[in-house]
C-alpha cells in the first residue's frame, strides 16, 4: 500500500483536532497524519472546513464532509 499525506490545520476554525485526527487515524491507519500551521487560506478556511491530502486541498462544509470527500483521495 502507497503511503498516504494528510495534513490538517491547526488554526482552522472548522476542524476540532482531537477529533479529527482520531477520525482519521480510524479511516487511514496507515497514512502519515500531522498538523501543519496556518497555509494563508483566509478565504476558504473561514468558511469551511478542509483536509490537504496527498498534495490536494478537499473542502467541506463540516468536518465530517471534509474528512468523507478527503478519503475518496486515499492511495491504495
Known amino acids: 500500500m ?3 499525506d494528510i495534513k490538517i490545520c491547526e ?7 482531537k ?4 477520525k482519521l487515524k ?3 491507519p496507515d497514512a502519515d497524519i500531522s498538523t501543519v ?3 494563508s487560506y483566509c ?10 491530502i496527498n ?3 478537499v473542502k467541506g462544509a463540516t ?4 474528512i468523507e470527500k478527503a478519503m475518496t483521495h486515499l492511495k491504495k
Open 26 to 28: 480510524k479511516l487511514a
Open 55 to 57: 498534495g490536494r486541498y
Open 37 to 39: 500551521n496556518c497555509k
Open 11 to 17: 488554526q482552522c476554525k472548522h476542524m476540532r483536532m
Open 63 to 66: 468536518e465530517d464532509e471534509a
Open 2 to 4: 502507497a503511503a498516504n
Open 19 to 22: 477529533t479529527s485526527l482520531a
Open 43 to 52: 478565504g476558504p478556511c473561514a468558511r469551511y472546513a478542509f483536509v490537504f
